[in-house]
């Protein structure tokens, strides 16, 4: 019996045992915590001939909107590429906390699409900065624009922060999509136009990398304003300085800008906004006397 050369190769290809492994352990983990979900707990009746602990496959599917077969090969470790768009589908499916999305991104060998929660920049003593700049406002973001800490009086600035998803805190998401944090900003279109330009001049480092082209797919699909201010092509490395809001609390604030760079790149900076007159002043403790008071009522 003859051997062909392509059999000759593929006996002699090593096999890669750590994408084997890792296949087998996403297989294992997607299993272990389908099955923990009750179905009550994701709006499905249970019905009375269920016998899978949790849910069924096709469940989980329905629930992620992807195909039955696909899932299920997925579960059988089998050899089939895996989206960031289904990993992040199947992470909310499952109600995975972060330690465990992170964990199904590092065994599918994929980069988490949402915005960074935990950043290394942002440390305890950077948290305890941020209160102290109080009463003006002042957040840490990336230069996606993704908020990464903030404190309590930019929490109530240009909307009730805390009432926005982690995963959509991002100012370039929430100044195109967000009612009330765009009917706060002054000058809306002005900011818009900076916002993206500022931020096609960032991505033009980052073009490879699944988060960028993520926001990026996220922003052109749910704002026809984004579409058109983005293909103007337009882009800048600042922004001005001066800033109007007009707040819903305290009326119009006049403030000026300041970013802090936290390291040599232009990655995480810290953005203060610096109130540029006396009733601004004044209006900005009223606004942080206003968030204090809510921290101390809120439940937790």
């Known amino acids: 019996m003859t051997t062909t ?7 002699a290809a090593p096999r890669d045992t750590g994408s084997e492994i890792r296949r087998h352990e996403l297989a294992a983990f997607l299993r272990s915590r389908r ?16 016998r899978t602990p949790g849910l069924r496959r096709e469940e989980v599917a329905q629930l992620s909107s992807v195909g039955v077969t696909w899932y299920t090969w997925l579960e059988q470790a089998r050899d089939i590429q895996v989206s960031v768009q289904v990993l992040d589908a199947l992470a909310r499916a499952l109600q995975l906390d972060p330690t465990e999305r992170a964990h199904l991104f590092r065994l599918a060998g994929a980069v988490d699409p949402t915005p960074a929660q935990d950043c290394p920049a942002v440390t305890p003593a950077l948290r305890a900065l941020l ?66 330009a500022r931020f096609r001049a960032s991505m033009a480092g980052h073009l490879g990398e699944p988060v960028w082209k993520m926001l990026l797919k996220r ?27 007009l707040n819903r ?37 009223q606004l942080h006397a206003l968030a204090v008071e809510r921290a101390s009522t809120s439940p937790g």
């Open 5 to 11: 050369a392509q059999e000759k190769v593929a006996q």
């Open 35 to 50: 099955e923990r979900i009750a179905p009550e707990q994701v709006g499905l009746p249970r019905g009375r001939r269920r």
């Open 131 to 196: 209160e102290q700049v109080e009463p003006y406002p002042a957040c840490v973001q990336n230069s996606r624009y993704d908020i990464l800490a903030h404190n309590r009086t930019y929490g109530l600035l240009l909307c009730d922060l805390e009432r926005v998803p982690p995963e959509d805190r991002n100012c370039l998401v929430l100044s195109f999509t967000h009612d009330e944090w765009r009917s706060s900003i002054v000058h809306l279109e002005e900011a818009q136009r900076v916002m993206a």
């Open 219 to 245: 922003l052109r699909a749910q704002s026809a304003e984004f579409r058109e201010v983005w293909d103007r092509h337009e882009v800048v490395a600042h922004r001005g300085k001066r800033k109007e809001f």
């Open 249 to 285: 609390y305290v009326g119009r604030v006049r403030v000026d800008h300041t970013d802090l760079w936290l390291g040599p790149g232009a990655g995480p900076r810290m953005v203060t906004y610096v109130p540029c007159d006396e009733e601004s002043r004044q209006r900005l403790e």
